[in-house]
């Protein structure tokens, strides 16, 4: 029965991207991710008897820090979304003007602003977009003059941003810094093998460093479980919520591992708490703290440049079509926004029924971007899987040009 049902799902050629990610995982990762201690493991709560968990989620806050250049990482959040909610959350307690407005790119994932704005709004705290260039699909520090001088927590700063395309982070950085905002980096994982690290971002670096964890060894799952990471300067660490785990040493002069900063959870002082998350995603973490020891930075390194090209050589392809274009003319990573000249949704109808899961229609975030497609590349791709969608795309852009109205059928 399981495999008749499996042979159901087919297999799709998937250049799908907009925040999950197809990448190759070592079947190492979860052969390991799969053995009790890990998989049953509980909350550590008694460090006694804990050291192994424990030690892992050091490691893990450890490259999380180093990838992201900041000082002090937690345990990990549930998503990427719930990160960015955390994060606004955080630099609210933490501004020194009081302020409680955020600003949010329109450029940023919507469903990072809708988680946020969901998390937030009953809580007096106000989210305030801030337009992209149409030209770019980036924010301008034009779009931002607006706000000089008027009071805000933070800026929220998405690289890249959801249309793949990279952001001025350093002039973003030094802006939200001299008008006494913090700054609050979004980032994919994987990019910061090749890309400045925000804690290196402008004159000061982020303050803040959010983000999803799936490209690092997490399965696309249908769309979950994945988990957030987060991370922080130092003078912001008693205002970060969920678990930190700490190195020390025993009585005896032996090192160990436990949960510190205790006082700021909700299990300790829930009234008082930076925040009502009482778990993490520690299998998860595991698995992307064995995928991140199994590449190493330099196979990470080589993972991101092969979806870049791969991405870019897809871009050449689909432009070599009649009809098909760029949307912004921006430098990217691994995704960018593709106009078809064609409703986006029928389009990517055709494709699927060819076999092609062919991007992410904007139109239904974005109403001015209906017929752009936003495509992703990543290692997992081939010369011929890149050839198909292009004859593929070509023939239905080809024959909704010559069909009558309403008369087209994939």
């Known amino acids: 029965l399981m495999h008749e049902r499996a042979a159901q ?53 450890t490259m999380m820090t180093r990838l992201t250049g ?22 609210v307690r933490a501004a020194k003007n009081g302020s409680r407005r955020v600003l949010v790119p ?19 705290i106000e989210l305030t977009e801030v337009p992209f260039d149409p030209a770019s699909g980036t924010t301008l520090l034009d779009a931002l003059k607006p706000f000089e001088g008027q009071p805000a927590a933070a800026l929220v700063i998405p690289q890249p941003n959801f249309f793949g395309a990279l952001e001025a982070v350093d002039q973003l950085t030094d802006w939200a810094h001299a008008n006494g905002m913090l700054a609050i ?14 804690g290196q971002w402008g004159g000061q670096g982020a303050d803040i460093c959010v983000g999803d964890g799936q490209p690092l060894g997490v399965p696309l799952s249908s769309g979950g479980p994945y988990f957030g990471f987060m991370t922080c300067k130092q003078a912001l660490a008693r205002q970060m919520p969920g678990r930190i785990v700490g190195r020390t040493v025993d009585r005896d002069g032996k090192p160990g591992f436990v949960l ?32 991140m020891s199994l590449l190493g930075a330099e196979g990470l390194k080589r993972v991101a440049l092969a979806s870049h090209a791969n991405t870019k050589a897809l871009l050449e392809k689909l432009s070599a079509v009649p009809g ?3 949307a912004f003319a921006s430098p990217f990573f691994h995704e960018v926004v593709l106009r078809v000249g064609s409703d986006a949704d029928e389009v990517l109808r055709a494709l699927r ?9 904007l139109g239904r975030d974005y109403p001015g971007l209906a017929d752009a497609i936003l495509v992703c590349a990543t ?32």
């Open 9 to 61: 799902d087919g297999f799709y050629l998937n250049f799908i991207g907009a925040g999950a990610y197809e990448h190759h995982i070592p079947a190492a990762v979860w052969q390991i991710v799969s053995r009790g201690e890990f998989y049953s493991a509980y909350t550590p709560y008694q460090a006694e008897a804990s050291q192994g968990t424990l030690q892992l989620i050091y490691e893990y806050q």
């Open 70 to 91: 900041l000082d002090v990482s937690n345990a990990s959040l549930y998503d990427g979304a719930s990160g960015l909610s955390e994060a606004v959350l955080m630099a």
């Open 106 to 124: 329109a450029s940023l994932h919507p469903r990072y602003r809708a988680v946020t704005r969901a998390v937030v709004k009953n809580q007096n």
């Open 185 to 198: 980096a979004v980032v994919n994982p994987l990019s910061l093998a090749l890309f400045k690290a925000p």
């Open 260 to 291: 510190t900063l205790q006082a700021r959870e909700q299990h300790i002082r829930r009234s008082k708490a930076t925040s009502n998350i009482c778990t993490n995603q520690g299998l998860l973490v595991t698995a992307a703290t064995i995928h």
């Open 324 to 326: 098909v274009g760029r």
């Open 353 to 361: 029924a060819q076999g092609i899961l062919g991007g992410y229609a």
């Open 379 to 410: 290692e997992t791709k081939t010369g011929s899987d890149l050839d198909r969608y292009a004859q593929q795309l070509e023939r239905i852009l080809s024959r909704r040009r010559e069909a009558p109205p309403c008369a087209y059928k994939s």
